[in-house]
């Protein structure tokens, strides 16, 4: 059993920035796959941006430029810095690790507002 907690998520101003944070606890040996999904209202969740233990990373196309995926395995903890953020950024946005032996975690996901 693996436990996420994030953090971070709140309404801000078209062009603003935001930091989500994801904590995990528990069974978290082997995690492989850090990273995050959003679901806006009336569509399928969706990558938002992953991160591997090796380091490789992908983000989706409308991300790319703006958003930057990091982990902190010391702290067990997975960062999403969004810059330059649009209308359409907003959804609630869900923390996920995975691995081979954790099997796939989601964590509860934070509200992310991007309003004028």
């Known amino acids: 059993q693996v436990q996420l907690v994030e953090s971070g998520g709140g309404s801000v101003q078209p062009g603003g920035s935001l930091r989500l944070s994801c904590a995990a606890s528990?069974?978290?040996?082997?995690?492989?796959?850090m990273g995050w999904y959003r679901q806006a209202p009336g569509k399928q969740r969706e990558l938002v941006a992953i991160?591997?233990?090796?380091?490789?990373?992908n983000y989706a196309d409308s991300v790319k430029g703006r958003f930057t995926i990091s982990r902190d395995n010391a702290k067990n903890t997975v960062y999403l810095q969004m810059n330059s953020l649009k209308f359409e950024d907003t959804a609630v946005y869900y923390c996920?690790?995975?691995?081979?032996?954790?099997?796939?975690?989601w964590g509860q996901g934070t509200q992310v507002t991007v309003s004028s």
């Open positions: 991160v591997t233990s090796a380091g490789n990373t």
């Open positions: 996920y690790v995975g691995g081979l032996r954790v099997g796939i975690n």
């Open positions: 528990g069974s978290i040996f082997d995690i492989n796959t």
